[in-house]
């Protein structure tokens, strides 16, 4: 599917996508908390609809989009680990759903593919383990945070895989989608538990929003 094929819904709710994130990002920069909290889950909330009447015959991509949208939601107290705790499961599957939809657009994944992923995530392993032991003290917390990332990290590669060697151009766009993803988070997990920033919300949300945008158009145009 090109995007000059899309139905008229999904440019129309992608506009709302666009129109409602300036809005939040302004209240981000300006740090109006309260107004922020409540702006929070309409972007995404438009972008899973605009994913909805693009693809309905593929659910995994929206109903991952729903996950991500709940996992927006609890996030707005993330201060409080039950809270951020949810946070971290929604996206989880979220990602893994937004995974399993790759590997159905790529069809039968020879053996390197695995071999290569399994690869880059060893590397991830041995390279960033200690490092998140040093940034999050909470057991619970930290072990979650290294499986989320161990999943997102995932997702990278087989975007990659499937942009060079499944001949899908569009994952390029995921691929890079789940590049700011990662930049998102660490933003967030550093923020988070080592040292706060001004305009934090501004920095996290800037990189989530397009990365949610990148992500979704790159599963519903690669078919």
């Known amino acids: 599917m090109r995007i000059d094929q899309l139905p ?29 909290k409540i702006s929070k889950p309409f972007p995404l909330l438009f972008l899973m609809v605009a994913l909805i009447f693009a693809r309905i015959d593929h ?53 390197y593919s695995y071999l290569i992923n399994g690869l880059i995530l060893i590397v991830y392993v041995i390279l960033l383990f200690n490092k998140w032991r040093k940034l999050i003290r909470h057991k619970n917390i ?5 499986i989320y990332s161990f999943v997102l990290i ?5 975007a990659i895989i499937g942009s060079i060697f499944f001949s899908r151009p569009n994952f390029i766009l995921v691929a890079v989608g789940y590049l700011l993803f990662i930049v998102s988070d660490l933003t967030l997990a550093i923020t988070l538990f080592k040292r706060d920033v001004k305009r934090r919300d501004f920095y996290i949300m800037v990189t ?16």
């Open 8 to 36: 008229i819904a999904t440019y129309v709710f992608l506009s709302l996508f666009l129109i409602s994130s300036i809005v939040h990002l302004v209240f981000c920069f300006l740090e109006k908390e309260r107004i922020r």
């Open 59 to 111: 659910p995994l991509i929206y109903i991952g989009s729903f996950f991500c949208l709940a996992g927006d939601v609890a996030l707005l107290r993330k201060h409080k680990v039950w809270w951020f705790s949810f946070g971290l499961i929604f996206f989880l599957i979220g990602h893994i759903l937004f995974i399993a939809e790759m590997g159905i657009q790529m069809g039968n994944v020879p053996w």
């Open 142 to 146: 930290r072990l979650g945070a290294i």
């Open 208 to 223: 989530y929003l397009s990365a949610s945008l990148l992500i979704g158009l790159g599963l519903i145009l690669a078919f």
């Open 154 to 158: 995932s997702a990278l590669c087989w």
